[in-house]
């Protein structure tokens, strides 16, 4: 049973950079393609960067040139760098992956850029 569990998330000011962390159990993450999402108040979740398990990857063009997604396979941990953050970029973020046709999600950690 693979769980996914955020941490990094908390305020910042704009221009400043967060690293959130993804720490993945039940299975190993350098199999796993992964991905991380946000979600604003009342709306859906979208997708913002992924990577699959060949390391390629794909960002939206909202954070694209600011965001980096990577996997650390030492720690079973995959990682969101943000940088040069700005007031739309506060919202909810999760990380997620696909496992045997099942979607798994981390709690969600919150980010607010003031």
């Known amino acids: 049973h693979v769980q996914l569990v955020e941490s990094g998330g908390g305020s910042v000011q704009a221009g400043g950079s967060l690293r959130l962390s993804c720490t993945v159990s039940g299975y190993t993450v350098s199999s796993l393609c992964m991905a991380w999402l946000r979600q604003y108040p009342g709306k859906q979740r979208e997708v913002i960067l992924s990577?699959?398990?060949?390391?390629?990857?794909s960002y939206s063009e909202f954070v694209k040139g600011r965001f980096t997604i990577s996997k650390d396979n030492s720690k079973n941990t995959a990682y969101l760098q943000m940088n040069s953050l700005k007031s739309e970029d506060t919202a909810l973020y999760y990380c997620a992956t696909d496992l045997n046709w099942q979607n798994y999600w981390g709690q969600g950690t919150q980010v607010t850029v003031s």
């Open positions: 990577v699959d398990k060949a390391g390629r990857t």
